[in-house]
């Protein structure tokens, strides 16, 4: 019987898994609660979490969220009548305390569940500079203007049309936002998440509509890690800036050795050549096209030649603007 006993035991102390929340912040809603309708209210003492503005309509600056036992209750920042009259976990975080409801419409002081006010963990993007982007933030009907002072990075130039210099991703918590590059009257009309980083600051839109000074999520200003260098025999990098026609590019100063390795000119459909040209981490193709080919069709069509290579984007834009980096690879 002992022998049984002890064997229990070992396998509830294995199999017991913590039902604690975890989270930045972590305290559990004490008893007893104010009780009305379907809504109990706690006032926790040792929250340290930013509530809804009550006198801000549609605030959304919490990021609390209430747990019955493990399982996350919802929806968040719902008016008192709402979470009175329809409960269903609905809860709302204020300056004076955090009404909620529970699951099942019974009474969390009696009904021996747990329940805690929880701060997530925050998920910071990673990128070889990611600075948060700090409100309030300048307020338009769509777009929000934000000017971070601690951001190392090579913003688009507005003088230059269709300019990409700019490396930088705006994420809503851990998601990228995007379209990038957009002007400030297509980000302020059509939001969805646009965004644009020019020198005077970075203009942007949450994904839906909602205000980032009020919604409760954090943004991000991330510049990704470099693309991956390409593996070859012999890996170049082609620097600008690069002569521009409609569609074609042209990198000159070449090797002696890249420079032998070329088509021949002189010979026609010679495919000497072994040369690939990389977009970032992308191999661009078919190779060894005339330049009237990769003038009008762009497409990623290049050729190697001695004095130079001729090559097109993927997408056909500028790659002295569009912030790509390419590469001449010898496999």
């Known amino acids: 019987m002992l022998a049984v006993y002890f064997a229990a035991a070992l396998y509830l102390d294995r199999s017991f898994v913590d039902p604690t929340p975890k989270g930045e912040v972590v305290v559990r809603l004490t008893r007893p609660f104010e009780r009305y309708g379907l809504a109990s209210v706690a006032f926790p003492v040792n929250l340290n979490a930013e509530a809804d503005n009550p006198a801000i309509d549609g605030d959304r600056t919490s990021r609390l969220v209430i747990y019955e036992d493990d399982r996350p209750l919802g929806p968040a920042h719902v008016g008192f009548g709402e979470i009175d009259k329809l409960g269903g976990g609905r809860f709302s975080h204020l300056p004076n305390g955090i009404l909620f409801s529970s699951s099942d419409g019974t009474d969390p002081n009696t009904n021996r569940r747990n329940y805690w006010a929880v701060v997530p963990i925050e998920l910071k993007p990673k990128g070889d500079n990611v600075v948060r982007l700090m409100g309030p933030f300048e307020r338009y009907a769509l777009a929000s203007v ?28 851990d998601r990228p936002l995007g379209p990038a590059h957009k002007g400030f009257g297509e980000i302020d009309k059509l939001g969805g998440g646009r965004f ?79 040369l690939v040209v990389y977009e970032n981490d992308r191999q661009l193709g078919p190779g ?26 993927s997408d056909g ?9 390419y590469w001449a690879v010898v496999p």
């Not at 834009?317 to 980096?325: F, K, L």
């Open 146 to 173: 934000a000017r971070p002072s601690k951001l190392e990075a090579a913003a688009d130039n507005p003088a230059v049309e269709g300019d990409r210099t700019s490396k930088v991703v705006v994420y809503e918590n």
């Open 196 to 274: 644009s980083h020019q020198t005077t600051g970075i203009v942007f839109s949450s994904s839906d509509g909602s205000d980032p000074n009020t919604n409760g999520r954090t943004y991000w200003a991330v510049v990704p890690p470099p693309p991956k260098r390409p593996a070859g025999r012999e890996v170049v990098q082609l620097t600008g800036p690069f002569e521009r026609y409609k569609l074609a590019s042209v990198a000159r100063d070449l090797s002696q050795e890249l420079q032998a390795e070329a088509d021949k000119p002189t010979v026609e459909g010679d495919r000497t050549s072994k």
């Open 288 to 313: 060894h096209a005339t330049f009237t080919d990769i003038n009008e069709r762009g497409g990623g069509r290049f050729s190697h030649q001695p004095t130079g290579i001729i090559f097109s984007t």
């Open 317 to 325: 834009t500028d790659p002295n603007t569009n912030g790509r980096v």
